[in-house]
T-cell receptor, first 117, second 118 residues
């Protein structure tokens, strides 16, 4: 069975601090995809990144970076120099299955990030 | 570039009533997905269409739920005889078809329809 665990329910930081959101996944598939989405108070899920299981290179996009480690089944997300606008719920998600795509996303329970000014 | 749109954004109904939600995907996307999100949880998959064909349904989709995508464009999700447990955010997403077998394209989400059943 596929499962995504985001153990951190809530994180509160002060602006300009760095923060890492943890994501641990379970799957028996050899081909799978991992995603991060941001859900601000407005409710719309905003896509941040997609990573496939064959690409373990870390990625950096501005203040955002992602660390994918297959050995520990983790796909962690770091925000550097956090800003108030980063306040949102962040979801990690997994898809996979025979051939690599079941066409549905399995989401974790999300981490609420509150950035205080 | 127009994103995924959903209508209505909010719906309040009384238990036992029927409700219908609409989703308009990104125009060139032929895959469309419905998810349900309850408070404090991540979205849960309900069903998915490729063009007009409904290809997968979750066990969460009881007999009171029906989804359609006529002509492979917009989709509707109907809930009959609503119950208080149906109160949730209903999210729609769309994606292109993968360019090769097994490739998972990114799903882009709409703003959701928030349903409250009294």
């Amino acid at each position: 069975a596929q499962k995504v665990t985001q153990a951190q329910t809530e994180i509160s930081v002060v602006e300009k601090e760095d923060v890492t959101l943890d994501c641990v996944y379970e799957t028996r598939d050899t081909t799978y995809y991992l995603f991060w989405y941001k859900q601000p108070p407005s409710g719309e899920l905003v896509f941040l990144i997609r990573r496939n299981s064959f690409d373990e290179q870390n990625e950096i996009s501005g203040r955002y970076s992602w660390n994918f480690q297959k050995s520990t089944s983790s796909f962690n997300f770091t925000i550097t120099a956090s800003q108030v606008v980063d306040s949102a719920v962040y979801f990690c998600a997994l898809s996979g299955g025979p051939g690599g795509a079941t066409n549905k996303l399995i989401f974790g329970t999300g981490t609420l990030l509150a950035v205080q000014p | 570039d127009t994103g995924v749109s959903q209508d209505p954004r909010h719906k309040i109904t009384k238990r036992g009533q029927n409700v219908t939600f609409r989703c308009d995907p990104i125009s060139e996307h032929n895959r469309l997905y419905w998810y349900r999100q309850t408070l404090g949880q991540g979205p849960e998959f309900l069903t998915y269409f490729q063009n007009e064909a409904q290809l997968e349904k979750s066990r969460l989709l009881s007999d009171r739920f029906s989804a359609e995508r006529p002509k492979g464009s917009f989709s509707t999700l109907e809930i009959q005889r609503t119950e208080q447990g149906d109160s949730a955010m209903y999210l729609c997403a769309s994606s292109p078809t993968g360019t090769s077998g097994g490739y998972q394209e990114t799903q882009y989400f709409g703003p959701g329809t928030r349903l409250l059943v009294l």
